[in-house]
């Protein structure tokens, strides 16, 4: 079994949730609600390297209330 | 949707970890939060002291996002400091002391360690590291002012935990408070609550850890923590029976092993958890039928999901199926199992398991794009919410119930904790010589996985195998390092390029006990069988490596406590880390005991002293007088053409080497000194003497025992008997003063070397030896001094009122003065009782020795020598391995006493015998004759001091003598002096791998005392025990049985009736009759055919007889009987009695050359035997028992007894009634004649050599002479 998020020769997207968590995504799958497409499509090497740029704080960003 | 396992929704409240605890404190402060030992701590005074800690932590600057690694041993210490860094705002990290530093700087470096906690005592490792630390321990000063702490929330760091990474580099998961409440709040997968109490046996860097410290903490209840970094089987069983816990949380290797060898530490344990890897139904089957009411938890999940995510309580139903579900998710979590669109997957269908909910971590420290391909958007969950893709394949059943089916990766379970073999991978290409590498995991064995590493070394390199593995192990926490080690010079590859799996080949588990030291002591001896049983490899050399050998944290455990039950020493992992050898794990045993100086080069006094063993022969020699008493004669007999100058040239060289065989012993004012005679000077007597074969035996008696003067002459001389152009006879004797039974070695070595270098024209070339006897003999002195007089206060102890002579079975009075005239008995243990003891041994960490001596000692009981046996022993007396290559006089004798009393199993006498034997052992430099001396025991003539029965076993390495074109084969000595009452000698024999062969066995009497057939009964009757404890060794040995079932009913039924008319002239062919009249269906003999009745037996041997008396045989006619061990002996011997005449038994399976003189010597007047043995019987009368003709005659004859009237002459307790052979000293056996009247008295060793057959179908070896 492939795992989607596992095919080197696919493409895919960084998806970004409103606290500024990060993931990966394969391409041809909807993209969930609460998540937004922040780059790509491209390839995975790509979307990795985007993502270990512009997600330097793991920590969940708080949601401002109201 | 449909197999959405969300948990029960419950809401979560939004709180940290430091908040619940402090409600708890709050709560109830006096309540125990930890117990560590003897300690206990309540939740106010935890609560306190991490207090203080965290406003240090504040001040040095922790807080929201800093990571503090803890190096801390698991006990109150460690505790307080992660409660200290969580209420400082920060996250810890928990850096296992066992850990290598490398290892440790790794991590550092991975996570971004601000500040390390650990104490004084541990700093210095952490020196090298580019890390700020502070010691817990050291006295610090509280800030004046109000430490101010930051707000910490649910969604902050609390701990990060590290796992392996299949690229290299450990993964740390950094997991939110939230992560940890949500695992511990509001869950029902165990209980959890204030009078709960939960065991932390879990390694620190598991991620299980923090249910079994937090899980406890956030709920009021107890946590116990077990001492030492790894779980450790015999702790767990003891602490839940001490402190009553509740909940074990075990990974399924610890669970099993548990299950099997502690099944203690479930009593009274409400949910234990098997987890971690796939548990076993077996395991969890038996310990529920062992505690009914025990919750078995198989829980699920990983690391990023904060441990258990789903958890399955095992029902009746699941121990009938092949695996254990992991059940459904827990609440405030889910799991999900997914297609590859990340559908979900029908019920049965395999899929991925992905996992979501309140246990997910933040993600992957410092690897955002690692944590983006983990950590993912849920198509299946609320907006914006994350899942973890878990690598694990699973299906769902149709009740919801979730199976584990796998991995999609490569990443395995090495007895719970995950491993990425990339990442070991990865450490090994790292090392220079390795060119590529690759990590599997094998299970060679079922449930036994174990990491095996291949590796193609690079170009120009070749691989050391143990460098490498030390490479890995300075890299890799222990669990992590292969366990096997394959170097190939190309990996295999399939068609399609990828690593062909099936194509690796199975390591071959270190050749153990190989090419290192073999072991020197008794204690070395049980730990290498203890590392053997542990490791189920064959044999362990005293150097190899533990965890080599594929030993492991939880094997090191258990031998751990098998040395603390064995030896009384309980010893640390960390020790067993540090020095994982046998000679390692020795050193941490002695220390603390007294040192003993090393043998060093000498300065030469200018009297040198004589050696305390020698000065007690000295003594003796001179009380006696001129005498061969202490001479130890050795005869080969050498075929082919001897060289006589290179032989006398050799036995110079050998001389000229062992300053020991040129020393005489004069006295300066009547004290003996050691007179070294240089080299160039010794002329050792080396006498040619022409002889016949007829001649011989009384020249080498002679030779052999004409006494030395000690004063003025070698303690050394050769004889060389020519008995022909090719065939002579070589006698060398020695004085006991110059040599001792490990002498030989040397001496035959030597001697055969220096021979082939003679021959050759050459001077033997030998590296000069590192020592003599007189260094020995100095370092011996000067070692009284320091160290006999401790041992001395130890054998005064030892020995305070043992019985000065010991109640033997014996058939005469003791005279006055012994003549020291002695008699031996062959007996044979076989291979099987061999192997029997052996294992016997093993399992309860002692020596072959100590099984012997248990089971002379209980024999010895059994025949009414009270409860108080000593035993005397010999021990080799060479401390050091350089005197190995000595020549000399070393042995010491050493007295055992063992306690038999209060009817202890064989078991039970194991354990006191090993203490005995051990506490000897490690007394052993005091010379025997100084403890004579010093306990002055009643000194007799007639018997030896301190004890009369002597035990040994020998190992010393037996040297051959070896000469090119010239067979030498070593001729027995029949006789030797009796120096003890009962002398037992055993010598193992074994094959090229170790296995073992059979122990031969010799019994030397005192004929002043015993008779040859109470001798043979005591041989056969220890014989006996041992095949009884063999197989039930916690049988008490007060009930073996020490008779054979015919000697049995003889004894009890027969022979007691008419015991006192013994010697009243019958016969004990009429005894016998006597006794199957009485009994007739009572089984006589067990044999391979089958059983045969005394009616039967005595019906066919009355048959037999009668043949016989038609041929002849009458009084004094001696019938040889050449048959196998059988029913058909048993009645020849009988019939052969019956017709009055004198048996001859002849063994089939002696060379043939010796049966044929045995037939010829014995002059016999019909042979019996069977087709298989005519072709050996010559020319003599033939009754063949299997010839047709004969079976005919033999039916046609009449069974019942005969009687004198059908006999060719009328029968006498004076005529013969069977003769065996005895080995001779010239090499042929020699025909002893017993007496039908002798055989009467002589009834134990007569019935048990006429039913030998029924012995031998018992397992039990033969007794009698060869």
């Known amino acids: 079994m492939t795992n989607p998020f596992e095919d080197a020769d696919s493409t895919y997207v960084v998806l970004v949730n409103d606290q500024n968590q990060h993931s990966l995504w394969p391409n041809h799958i909807e993209v969930p609600a609460g998540w937004t497409t922040a780059f790509g499509q491209n390839n995975r090497q790509a979307c990795l390297d985007y993502i270990d740029q512009h997600w330097t704080d793991l920590a969940p960003q708080r949601v401002a209330v109201g | 949707m449909q197999n959405d396992r969300a948990g029960e929704v419950v809401s979560l409240p939004e709180v940290t970890l430091v908040e619940l605890f402090g409600a708890r404190v709050v709560g109830a402060p006096g309540a125990v939060a930890l117990v560590s030992g003897d300690r206990r701590v309540s939740y106010g005074e935890l609560d306190g002291l991490s207090e203080g800690l965290a406003d240090r932590l504040v001040g040095w600057g922790v807080g929201p996002g800093v990571l503090v690694g803890v190096r801390l041993e698991r006990g109150v210490d460690m505790v307080v400091a992660l409660l200290a860094v969580l209420k400082a705002g920060g996250a810890y990290t928990l850096l296992d002391p066992d850990f290598p530093v490398d290892r440790l700087a790794t991590v550092v470096a991975e996570a971004d360690v601000a500040l390390v906690l650990t104490r004084v005592g541990m700093r210095g490792v952490l020196s090298g590291l580019d890390v700020a630390v502070l010691c817990v321990d050291e006295p610090w000063e509280a800030s004046a002012g109000v430490v101010s702490r930051a707000v910490v929330g649910p969604d902050d760091v609390a701990c990060v935990m590290f796992t392996s990474g299949s690229t290299g580099r450990p993964k740390g998961v950094a997991a939110p408070h939230r992560a940890l409440v949500g695992t511990y709040l509001g869950q029902d997968y165990c209980e959890f609550g204030a009078g709960e109490v939960f065991l932390q046996c879990s390694p620190v860097s598991w991620d299980g850890f923090a249910l079994e410290l937090f899980g406890a903490l956030v709920h009021g209840a107890v946590c116990v923590l077990q001492a030492g970094q790894n779980p450790q089987p015999h702790l767990i069983e003891a602490l839940v029976v001490e402190h009553g816990v509740t909940m074990l949380q075990l990974s399924a290797s610890l669970f099993n092993f548990l299950v099997d060898e502690y099944p203690g530490a479930f009593a009274g344990v409400r949910t234990a958890f098997t987890g971690g890897e796939s548990g076993s139904v077996a395991h969890v089957a038996k310990v529920l039928g062992l505690y009914p009411g025990l919750r078995v938890g198989n829980g699920y999940g990983p690391a990023e999901s904060m441990g258990f995510t789903t958890c399955h309580t095992v029902t009746d139903a699941d121990l009938t199926s092949a695996a254990l579900p992991i059940g459904r998710a827990v609440t405030?979590?889910?799991?999900?199992?997914?297609?590859?669109?990340?559908?979900?997957?029908?019920?049965?269908?395999?899929?991925?398991?992905?996992?979501?909910?309140?246990?997910?971590?933040?993600?992957?420290?410092?690897?955002?794009?690692?944590?983006?391909?983990?950590?993912?958007?849920?198509?299946?969950?609320?907006?914006?919410?994350?899942?973890?893709?878990?690598?694990?394949?699973?299906?769902?059943?149709?009740?919801?119930?979730?199976?584990?089916?796998?991995?999609?990766?490569?990443?395995?379970?090495?007895?719970?904790?995950?491993?990425?073999?990339g990442e070991v991978a990865a450490v090994l290409t790292?090392?220079?010589?390795?060119?590529?590498?690759?990590?599997?995991?094998?299970?060679?064995?079922?449930?036994?996985?174990?990491?095996?590493?291949?590796?193609?070394?690079?170009?120009?390199?070749?691989?050391?195998?143990?460098?490498?593995?030390?490479?890995?192990?300075?890299?890799?926490?222990?669990?992590?390092?292969?366990?096997?080690?394959?170097?190939?010079?190309?990996?295999?590859?399939?068609?399609?390029?990828?690593?062909?799996?099936?194509?690796?080949p199975a390591p071959t588990t270190t050749v153990a006990?190989?090419?290192?030291?073999?072991?020197?002591?008794?204690?070395?001896?049980?730990?290498?069988?203890?590392?053997?049983?542990?490791?189920?490899?064959?044999?362990?050399?005293?150097?190899?490596?533990?965890?080599?050998?594929?030993?492991?944290?939880?094997?090191?455990?258990?031998?751990?406590?098998?040395?603390?039950?064995?030896?009384?020493?309980?010893?640390?992992?960390?020790?067993?880390?540090?020095?994982?050898?046998?000679?390692?794990?020795?050193?941490?045993?002695?220390?603390?005991?007294?040192?003993?100086?090393?043998v060093v080069v000498a300065e030469r006094p200018e009297v040198l002293p004589l050696s305390f063993a020698q000065q007690r022969l000295w003594v003796l020699d001179q009380m006696e007088g001129p005498s061969g008493t202490y001479n130890i004669p050795v005869a080969v007999r050498l075929r082919g053409v001897v060289d006589v100058a290179a032989l006398r040239a050799a036995v110079d060289d050998v001389v000229g080497r062992h300053e020991a065989l040129r020393t005489c012993y004069p006295t300066v004012d009547g004290e003996p000194y050691q007179l070294v005679v240089p080299a160039a000077e010794a002329r050792v007597p080396f006498t040619v003497v022409e002889c016949d074969n007829e001649r011989l035996a009384q020249e080498v008696q002679q030779t052999s025992f004409a006494p030395f003067d000690l004063a003025t002459e070698l303690p050394i001389r050769v004889e060389l008997f020519e008995l022909g152009e090719d065939e002579s006879m070589l006698v060398l004797t020695l004085h006991h003063i110059a040599s001792d039974g490990w002498s030989n070695g040397p001496l035959w070595d030597g001697l055969s070397s220096a021979y082939r270098a003679r021959v050759a024209g050459q001077a033997p070339d030998w590296e000069p030896l590192s020592f003599q006897y007189a260094d020995y003999t100095l370092w011996q002195h000067e070692l009284l001094g320091e160290v006999l007089d401790q041992q001395l206060a130890h054998w005064r102890q030892a020995l305070e009122g043992a019985p000065e002579e010991l109640a033997l079975p014996i058939d005469r009075p003791r005279p006055a003065v012994a003549s020291h005239e002695g008699d031996i008995v062959e007996f044979h243990l076989d291979a099987e009782l061999h192997a029997g003891l052996d294992s016997m041994a093993r399992q309860y960490g002692v020596t072959l020795f100590m099984v012997l001596h248990a089971g002379l000692a209980a024999l010895l009981t059994r025949m009414g020598a009270g409860t108080d046996v000593p035993i005397g022993t010999v021990v080799a007396g060479r401390s050091d391995q350089a005197l190995d290559d000595l020549v000399g006089f070393f042995v010491n004798t050493l007295v055992l006493r063992t306690d038999t009393s209060g009817a202890p199993t064989f078991g039970e006498l194991l354990d006191r015998v090993r203490e005995t034997d051990l506490a000897?052992?490690?007394h052993q430099d005091l010379p025997f004759e100084r403890l004579v001396e010093e306990l002055n025991p009643t000194r007799s003539l007639g018997r030896h001091p301190l004890f009369q029965v002597m035990l040994a076993l020998q190992n010393n390495f037996d040297g051959s003598l070896q000469l090119p074109d010239v067979t030498a084969q070593s001729e027995p000595f029949a006789l030797a002096p009796a120096k003890f009452d009962l002398d037992f000698t055993f010598a193992e024999e074994r094959t090229g791998a170790g296995v073992p062969a059979g122990v031969h066995a010799t019994l030397q009497y005192a004929m002043d005392l015993?008779?040859?057939?109470?001798?043979?009964?005591?041989?056969?009757?220890?014989?006996?025990?041992?095949?009884?404890?063999?197989?039930?060794?916690?049988?008490?040995?007060?009930?073996?049985?020490?008779?054979?079932?015919?000697?049995?009913?003889?004894?009890?039924?027969?022979?007691?009736?008419?015991?006192?008319?013994?010697?009243?002239?019958?016969?004990?062919?009429?005894?016998?009759?006597?006794?199957?009249?009485?009994?007739?269906?009572?089984?006589?003999?067990?044999?391979?055919?089958?059983?045969?009745?005394?009616?039967?037996?005595?019906?066919?041997?009355?048959?037999?007889?009668?043949l016989l008396i038609g041929r002849g045989v009458g009084p004094e006619a001696r019938v040889a009987v050449l048959l196998p061990r059988g029913a058909d002996l048993v009645v020849a011997l009988l019939a052969v009695l019956k017709a009055g005449g004198c048996y001859v038994p002849v063994d089939p399976e002696y060379p043939a050359d010796r049966v044929a003189y045995m037939l010829e010597d014995s002059a016999p007047a019909v042979v019996i035997t069977d087709a298989a043995g005519l072709g050996s019987s010559g020319s003599v009368p033939v009754v063949c028992v299997d010839d047709p003709g004969v079976v005919g005659e033999l039916a046609s004859l009449s069974v019942v007894d005969v009687v004198d009237a059908e006999r060719v002459g009328v029968l006498g307790s004076g005529h013969a009634a069977y003769a065996v052979y005895t080995s001779g000293s010239t090499g042929r056996p020699k025909g002893v004649v017993v007496e039908h009247g002798s055989l009467v008295n002589l009834f134990h060793a007569h019935v048990e050599e006429v039913f030998a057959a029924e012995l031998a179908a018992l397992g039990v070896g033969r007794c009698g002479r060869r």
Not at chain 2, 1072 to 1085: I, K, N, T, Y
């Open chain 2, 920 to 922: 000897a052992f490690t």
């Open chain 2, 1010 to 1106: 015993f008779d040859r057939g109470t001798a043979c009964a005591l041989a056969e009757r220890l014989v006996r025990l041992l095949v009884a404890v063999v197989g039930d060794p916690e049988v008490p040995v007060g009930s073996v049985e020490l008779l054979g079932g015919v000697e049995r009913e003889l004894v009890l039924s027969g022979w007691n009736d008419t015991a006192h008319a013994v010697g009243d002239g019958r016969m004990l062919s009429e005894i016998f009759e006597e006794h199957v009249r009485s009994a007739p269906g009572a089984r006589a003999l067990v044999h391979g055919e089958g059983v045969l009745s005394f009616g039967e037996l005595n019906a066919r041997a009355n048959r037999l007889a009668r």
């Open chain 2, 430 to 504: 790292g090392h220079a010589t390795v060119g590529q590498g690759v990590v599997v995991v094998r299970e060679d064995r079922p449930g036994d996985k174990r990491l095996a590493a291949y590796v193609v070394p690079a170009d120009g390199h070749s691989v050391d195998v143990a460098e490498l593995r030390a490479h890995v192990a300075g890299l890799l926490p222990e669990y992590m390092v292969p366990s096997g080690f394959v170097v190939l010079e190309v990996l295999p590859l399939t068609p399609n390029g990828k690593l062909d799996q099936r194509a690796l």
């Open chain 2, 513 to 598: 006990g190989q090419g290192g030291r073999s072991a020197r002591s008794a204690e070395e001896e049980i730990l290498c069988a203890l590392f053997a049983e542990i490791l189920d490899v064959p044999s362990v050399g005293v150097d190899d490596d533990f965890f080599a050998l594929g030993g492991h944290s939880l094997k090191a455990a258990q031998l751990l406590s098998w040395i603390r039950s064995t030896l009384g020493v309980q010893l640390g992992i960390r020790d067993l880390f540090d020095s994982p050898t046998v000679s390692g794990v020795v050193g941490r045993l002695t220390e603390g005991r007294p040192a003993r100086p090393a």
């Open chain 2, 332 to 421: 405030h979590k889910r799991a999900f199992v997914l297609d590859g669109s990340l559908r979900a997957a029908p019920v049965g269908v395999v899929g991925e398991i992905y996992v979501a909910g309140a246990g997910l971590a933040h993600g992957y420290t410092g690897r955002p794009g690692l944590t983006a391909e983990r950590f993912v958007a849920n198509p299946h969950g609320g907006p914006g919410e994350r899942m973890y893709r878990t690598g694990d394949l699973g299906r769902l059943r149709a009740d919801g119930v979730l199976e584990y089916a796998g991995r999609i990766d490569d990443q395995v379970k090495i007895r719970g904790f995950r491993v990425e073999p």
